[in-house]
T-cell receptor
Framework: EPEVTQTPSHQVTQMGQEVILRCVPI?????FYWYRQILGQKVEFLVS????????KSEIFDDQFSVERPDGSNFTLKIRSTKLEDSAMYFC?????????FGPGTRLLVL | GENVEQHPSTLSVQEGDSAVIKCTYS??????FPWYKQELGKRPQLIID?????GEKKDQRIAVTLNKTAKHFSLHITETQPEDSAVYFC?????????FGTGTRLTIIP
């Protein structure tokens, strides 16, 4: 069964550094998402992407964040200048109809 | 925006008994309600979902009920087994994003 994949599984970075989190959605899916989950808390929506543009974003998704689909398979989340509070698990998800399928996540730790 | 409340935050049940988790939502335009199971350190996995034109849906030991008038929906797990132990999240969606509840840590006591 096809699955969403994400790399890296873990990333440690210094505050102020840029990070790029990568996702490969399920191949025939058309809608892509990033969510984050701070340790012990609920999953929070960051951004949705359809037809090569952002369709919705949350207030968390400020100017430090950007998303891109650089080719036909990858979907990336960039954080330009990381802050301590960006430490979280970041999940990519994709869907074709209503069901969103989640990737295994990237655990980001900002020191 | 949408707000989803989930109760209880923790739930312990004896193996073989039933577990019920309840959620309420605020946006009457929400029309899709999935439930995800998340094991420690793993991705959320969809276990069942329901759309607003349906009142109840069942899949083996798992069922979900939806009351649109009251804006609440519930997850029912019958004949619980140790492998049901996990954190369960409800969510609500209108078009795009999922708004998640705060999660219920379910522990099945052997």
């Amino acid at each position: 069964e096809p699955e969403v994949t994400q790399t890296p599984s873990h990333q440690v970075t210094q505050m102020g550094q840029e990070v790029i989190l990568r996702c490969v959605p399920i191949s025939n899916h058309l809608y892509f998402y990033w969510y984050r989950q701070i340790l012990g808390q609920k999953v929070e929506f960051l951004v949705s992407f359809y037809n090569n543009e952002i369709s919705e974003k949350s207030e968390i998704f400020d100017d430090q964040f950007s998303v891109e689909r650089p080719d036909g398979s990858n979907f990336t989340l960039k954080i330009r200048s990381t802050k301590l509070e960006d430490s979280a698990m970041y999940f990519c998800a994709s869907k074709i109809q209503e069901t969103q399928y989640f990737g295994p996540g990237t655990r980001l730790l900002v020191l | 925006g949408e707000n989803v409340e989930q109760h209880p935050s923790t739930l312990s049940v004896q193996e073989g008994d039933s577990a019920v988790i309840k959620c309420t939502y605020s946006d009457s335009a929400s029309n899709y309600f999935p439930w995800y199971k998340q094991e420690l350190g793993k991705r959320p996995q969809l276990i069942i979902d329901i759309r607003s034109n349906v009142g109840e849906k069942k899949d083996q030991r798992i069922a979900v009920t939806l009351n649109k008038t009251a804006k609440h929906f519930s997850l029912h797990i019958t004949e619980t087994q140790p492998e049901d132990s996990a954190v369960y999240f409800c969510a609500a969606s209108r078009n795009e994003k999922l708004t998640f509840g705060t999660g219920t840590r379910l522990t099945i006591i052997p």
